[in-house]
């Protein structure tokens, strides 16, 4: 993460437009995932010694082995959540804040939970400097947070065995959860829905690649 140089170029405006336009001929329908993912400086999230990788439409470690998700999948995953203006959401998994920024942009209201101490802290000093008012925790995803519940949409953005009941639990009626679960060495992208009688329907959208989600029983 740059952290102190978050200046933004004509040429970076024009990769960040390419990348966008990959996005959608890959199947990205939703406008304003487009415009967020247009507006929001992707290089910003990146040491600068790799900034040439910024506008790849691929994954790219950021450390504690953790990576920068895929902008396709990112894409894909705030499509899923259906995001409205003033939605409340939570992310589990803040990483390096770019997935959270993308929900800000979109014009939500965005808590972000991250179990690995130096990216918590790195978010948490880089995203207010950027313009991104995303509310920080440091903690463990699979329990959520109670205290701030229920959420309108909750986004994980990391590999779950399954999936977490106090997340399903801190979803509003109507709500969506947007998870990637666990099969063999892949994940199924995964959203369930909260009904009105707090039934579930889930459904599934394919097959990704994420790095674990860490839990009490994965210490840093």
Sequence with gaps: MTGTNLSD????????KKLTETVRQKGIADENVLKAMEAVPRHWFFDSGF????????????GAGQTISQPYTV???????????GDKILEVGTGSGY???ILYQMGAKVFSIERQRALYTK???MLPKAGYLVKTFFGDGYKGLPAFAP???????????????PLMEQLKPGGILVIPVDKDDYQIMTTVEKQADGSFITRQHGHFRFVP???DKAHD
């Design 9 to 16: 170029t004509f040429r970076h405006k024009g990769l960040r």
């Design 51 to 62: 900034l040439e990788f910024a506008y790849e439409d691929k994954a790219f470690p950021i």
């Design 75 to 85: 894409a894909f995953q705030s499509q899923l959540l259906q995001v409205k203006k």
């Design 99 to 101: 997935q959270a920024s």
């Design 123 to 125: 978010a948490k000093e």
């Design 151 to 165: 959420f309108d949409k909750i986004i994980v953005t990391a590999g779950a065995p399954f999936i977490p009941e």
């Design 213 to 215: 989600l860490l839990g």
